[in-house]
T-cell receptor
């Protein structure tokens, strides 16, 4: 299979600060990555689709100025939560379309648990 | 629009019992993929299975089996002889052909009691 690494796994930040979460495809190139958010005891909801070299596509209701996505290389996408507030506390998880041999699958990172205090 | 329904929010079984997790989906795509993921308390998603819409054969992998019924738009998951380590939240998900975005159900929390 293909490996997607997400960092950090846990982060606590103060209200008003920004937090960056990294999603890396370790052994393959990922032209497309996805960012999901999961509130406690709820399902995963797609936030945005990140395309290498172009602007991300955000789902309805997701503030693109608050959740900045950068996909500057074929192996790295970052999600920056700007001016974080307690209501942004959530589990964020990324996925990447697999390499050619596994292109029908999406591989998930380990997730990042964000707590804003 | 795509939709995945997991009607069972929480299930508790005693160890060694069999348990079936239900999943019903809606899509207008003729080609699509169905998935099951396991999410233990640590949070990561563990891939269990992917099934494409043209393959209605049931699959068995050890204690796990999946029943895909296109006629009823269901993709149910059975764990035989459940174990405590099976305790987790299980998600059913759907994606269209050529799309790698997943639409997830709300998940079923399975608790296996020793």
């Amino acid at each position: 299979g293909a490996v997607v690494s997400q960092h950090p796994s846990r982060v606590i930040c103060k209200s008003g600060t920004s937090v960056k979460i990294e999603c890396r495809s370790l052994d393959f190139q990922a032209t497309t990555m996805f960012w999901y958010r999961q509130f406690p005891k709820q399902s995963l909801m797609l936030m945005a689709t990140s395309n290498e070299g172009s602007k991300a596509t955000y789902e309805q209701g997701v503030e693109k100025d608050k959740f900045l996505i950068n996909h500057a290389s074929l192996t790295l996408s970052t999600l920056t939560v700007t001016s974080a507030h307690p209501e942004d506390s959530s589990f964020y998880i990324c996925s990447a379309r697999g390499p050619r041999a596994l292109s029908t699958e999406a591989f998930f990172g380990q997730g990042t648990r964000l707590t804003v205090v | 629009a795509q939709k995945v329904t997991q009607a069972q929010t929480e299930i508790s079984v005693v160890e060694k019992e069999d348990v079936t997790l239900d999943c019903v989906y809606e899509t207008r795509d003729t080609t699509y993929y169905l998935f099951w993921y396991k999410q233990p308390p640590s949070g990561e998603l563990v891939f269990l299975i992917r099934r494409n819409s043209f393959d209605e054969q049931n699959e068995i992998s050890g204690r796990y089996s999946w029943n895909f019924q296109k006629s009823t738009s269901s993709f149910n998951f059975t764990i035989t002889a459940s174990q405590v380590v099976d305790s987790a939240v299980y998600f059913c998900a759907l994606s269209g052909a050529g799309s790698y975005q997943l639409t997830f159900g709300k998940g079923t929390k399975l608790s296996v009691i020793p």
